[in-house]
């Protein structure tokens, strides 16, 4: 079943369930990533799809995509284990970052969900 859950999610989303935004800047690549990694956190089928769809559209409203693409690169350097990743969980501009992310990623949440 998950097999086909992705390829359904991407053609629904190139459908126009979550069209990207070009005025926004986000490349078609990245809202689908960030939907399908949405999907396995909330579930699948079409109305999780639209959700997702909806969460990043909101958060692409809120961040340009380089502050996006800089805030995950943080978040997964900070995910990372040993003494380099560690340096990085203690920088305060990057801790603010993420905690905006987070900020604006529960309000997506809560709209669209």
């Given at each position: 079943?998950?097999r086909?859950?992705?390829?359904?999610?991407?053609?629904?989303?190139?459908?126009?369930?979550?069209?990207?935004?070009?005025?926004?800047?986000?490349?078609?690549?990245?809202?689908?990533?960030?939907?399908?990694?949405?999907?396995?956190s909330?579930?699948?089928?079409?109305?999780?799809?639209?959700?997702?769809?909806?969460?990043?559209?909101?958060?692409?409203?809120?961040?340009?995509?380089?502050s996006?693409?800089?805030?995950?690169?943080?978040?997964?350097?900070?995910?990372?284990?040993?003494?380099?990743?560690?340096?990085?969980?203690?920088?305060?501009?990057?801790?603010d970052?993420?905690?905006?992310?987070?900020?604006?990623?529960?309000a997506?949440?809560?709209?669209?969900?």
């Open positions: 079943m998950t086909t859950v992705a390829p359904v999610a991407l053609l629904a989303l190139l459908a126009g369930f979550g069209t990207a935004r070009a005025e926004e800047g986000y490349p078609t690549y990245a809202r689908v990533d960030y939907v399908l990694g949405c999907m396995v909330n579930g699948q089928g079409p109305d999780v799809v639209r959700k997702c769809s909806c969460s990043i559209d909101e958060i692409a409203a809120h961040f340009p995509y380089d996006y693409v800089a805030m995950e690169t943080a978040r997964s350097m900070q995910d990372a284990p040993g003494e380099r990743a560690s340096l990085m969980r203690d920088v305060g501009w990057i801790k970052l993420l905690n905006e992310f987070r900020q604006v990623q529960v997506a949440d809560l709209k669209c969900f």
